[in-house]
C-alpha cells in the first residue's frame, strides 16, 4: 500500500522525505514480477528529470501485465523513484539495477514517478 511510503525530494541540492499525504499526484506504485520486461535508462545529469527513466516496457512481459489498470502500471516515461522501500531518485542506472537484483523477492515494489 502506498501509504507506509515516503519519498525522497530533491530541491536545490537538498533532500527531504515526503509524508505519504504529500505525494503529488502521478505517482504510482506498481507491484512486478521479475523478469519484469522492462528497459530502463539513465537520464543525463543536467537533465533537471535526471534519474533512471523506463524507456520500454515489453508487451509480453510482466510489466505488461497490469497494464488494464495505468495506476498499476510500468509505462514508458515513468521515473523510477524507489524499489521496494529504498529510495532511488535521482540514482544512476546501476544503483536501481542493483535495487531490483538484490530484491529476495520474486515480486519487487516499484514507486515510480509521472
Avoid: Y
Amino acid at each position: 500500500p502506498a501509504s507506509r511510503h515516503a519519498l525522497v525530494r530533491r530541491r536545490g541540492g537538498v533532500v527531504t522525505m515526503v509524508k505519504p499525504s504529500e505525494v503529488p499526484l502521478g505517482v504510482a506504485i506498481a507491484n512486478v514480477k521479475k523478469p519484469m520486461g522492462i528497459i530502463l535508462e539513465e537520464l543525463e545529469e543536467d537533465d533537471p528529470s535526471a534519474g533512471v527513466m523506463v524507456v520500454q516496457v515489453d508487451p509480453t512481459g510482466n510489466a505488461a501485465i497490469g497494464l488494464d489498470d495505468p495506476t498499476e502500471s510500468v509505462l514508458p516515461g515513468d521515473r523510477v523513484l524507489m524499489v521496494n522501500d529504498e529510495p532511488c531518485f535521482p540514482g544512476t542506472f546501476d544503483q536501481v539495477m542493483d535495487l531490483i537484483i538484490a530484491a529476495d523477492t520474486p515480486t519487487v515494489e516499484l514507486t515510480l514517478g509521472r
